[in-house]
T-cell receptor, first 114, second 111 residues
Framework: GESVGLHLPTLSVQEGDNSIINCAYSNSASDYFIWYKQESGKGPQFIIDIRSNMDKRQGQRVTVLLNKTVKHLSLQIAATQPGDSAVYFCAEDYRLYNFNKFYFGSGTKLNVKP | SQTIHQWPATLVQPVGSPLSLECTVEGTSNPNLYWYRQAAGRGLQLLFYSVGIGQISSEVPQNLSASRPQDRQFILSSKKLLLSDSGFYLC??????????FGQGTRLTVV
């Protein structure tokens, strides 16, 4: 698979602060980029995605930024809550005809301190 | 609504024993299906994907195989487990051009 990696393996933030999780990718051919949240012992859950021709997309309390020039992706979580504690993965989504292939980075663990 | 089921949730198997993990999807037809493996503290590695019954593609050479005997059933197998097969196995599905939806995973420990 393609190389998708994260800058920081662990991030600790205070409850109420904003969190920024970063991701670098190596291949420019992916069609979408996706952020997933994985709680301990569970499968990853979709948070938000961004199409490769966009540079910003906002959801509820989350914003994803895409900088194709430096091949960098970030997830911003506003007003971080204890329930946000989890491992966050970025993934490249290659869309081939009617099929997708997803390649994941190694993950960043977010610890939210009360 | 669509749901995905994986079982068992945990499994301890001796080296050399066979493996069969099952995944089923409900509420949709002709899904794309995936098997991923996650080593402790690591990311997800794509093992197999399937676009239809009997159609299996392997991403990496390994000791495992996959089968899709029915439209919404995806099975991960091994004839003889190795210690290195230990990990967290995740099944996922997607429609064409949508994100992947994951099951709750199976934690496999080979002893």
């Amino acid at each position: 698979g393609e190389s998708v990696g994260l800058h920081l393996p662990t991030l600790s933030v205070q409850e109420g602060d904003n969190s920024i999780i970063n991701c670098a990718y190596s291949n420019s051919a992916s069609d979408y980029f996706i952020w997933y949240k994985q709680e301990s012992g569970k499968g990853p859950q979709f948070i938000i995605d961004i199409r490769s021709n966009m540079d910003k997309r906002q959801g509820q309390r989350v914003t994803v930024l895409l900088n194709k020039t430096v091949k960098h992706l970030s997830l911003q979580i506003a007003a971080t809550q204890p329930g946000d504690s989890a491992v966050y993965f970025c993934a490249e989504d290659y869309r081939l005809y009617n099929f997708n292939k997803f390649y994941f980075g190694s993950g960043t663990k977010l610890n939210v301190k009360p | 609504s669509q749901t995905i089921h994986q079982w068992p949730a945990t499994l301890v198997q001796p080296v050399g024993s066979p493996l069969s993990l099952e995944c089923t999807v409900e509420g949709t037809s002709n899904p794309n299906l995936y098997w991923y493996r996650q080593a402790a503290g690591r990311g997800l590695q794509l093992l197999f994907y399937s676009v239809g019954i009997g159609q299996i593609s392997s991403e990496v050479p390994q000791n495992l195989s996959a089968s899709r005997p029915q439209d919404r059933q995806f099975i991960l197998s091994s004839k003889k487990l190795l210690l290195s097969d230990s990990g967290f196995y995740l099944c996922a599905w997607s429609r064409a051009n949508t994100e992947a939806f994951f099951g709750q995973g199976t934690r496999l420990t080979v002893v």
